[in-house]
């Protein structure tokens, strides 16, 4: 069974560029959960796409958004990229029962730079 | 707030040895805790989980222990490789929730 792929792996961008994220989950799984990484914050949840529908988002603004397709695989797209947008990017699918207990797996994430 | 945080962010074990890595977390409706395990340049991978109404979870080689009294939970690697360098997170859900609230993490180097 093929794991979480997220497309690009490296992505090198000017800042006022804008980007977007590709994110395809495991094969079943509905929910596709997308995490900023870097070294100052660490791991902080962006937002969640279940069938399609943001079910949940976290603290970024609105220059942050996504969103998912019929077929479960999920973009993000960051606009007026900033210097401090520079980070992981990981996307992290799951069945999405919403029961709390599923089990999350990640892809290898995309690299941004912004310069 | 709502946090996961790690005692120590670094720990360095005899090839070998036991290791134990911490995690306590403050939001008592969190139901479901995982751990996983990031090599450098690679996504976090998966260890083990343990749900709220279980207070110790084994897989091979690792153990996860949860004591909801003091919010505490652990991680326990048997026998530890070099393969095991890694920075480990601890990660919690709350209830009917997908969001992942993630700990600082701990750097593991194996010492040989």
């Known amino acids: 069974k093929a794991g979480v792929t997220q497309t690009p792996r490296y992505l090198i961008k000017t800042r006022g560029q804008q980007v977007t994220l590709s994110c395809s989950p495991i094969?079943?799984?509905?929910?596709v959960s997308w995490y900023q990484q870097t070294p100052g914050q660490g791991l902080q949840f962006l937002f969640e796409y279940f069938s399609e529908t943001q079910r949940n988002k976290g603290n970024f603004p609105g220059r942050f958004s996504g969103r998912q397709f019929s077929n479960s695989r999920s973009e993000m797209n960051v606009s007026t990229l900033e210097l401090g947008d520079s980070a992981l990017y990981l996307c992290a699918s799951s069945l999405g029962g919403g029961l709390g207990g599923t089990e999350a797996f990640f892809g290898q994430g995309t690299r941004l730079t912004v310069v | 707030g709502e946090s996961v945080g790690l005692h120590l962010p670094t720990l360095s074990v005899q090839e070998g040895d036991n290791s134990i890595i911490n995690c306590a977390y403050s939001n008592s409706a969190s139901d479901y805790f995982i751990w996983y395990k990031q090599e450098s340049g690679k996504g976090p991978q998966f260890i083990i989980d343990?749900?709220?109404?279980?207070d110790k979870r084994q897989g091979q080689r690792v153990t996860v222990l949860l004591n909801k009294t003091v919010k505490h939970l652990s991680l326990q690697i048997a026998a530890t490789q070099p393969g095991d360098s890694a920075v480990y997170f601890c990660a919690d859900k709350g209830l009917l929730n997908e969001k992942l609230t993630f700990g600082t993490g701990t750097r593991l180097t194996i010492i040989p």
């Open positions: 094969s079943g799984h509905r929910s």
């Open positions: 343990i749900r709220s109404n279980m």
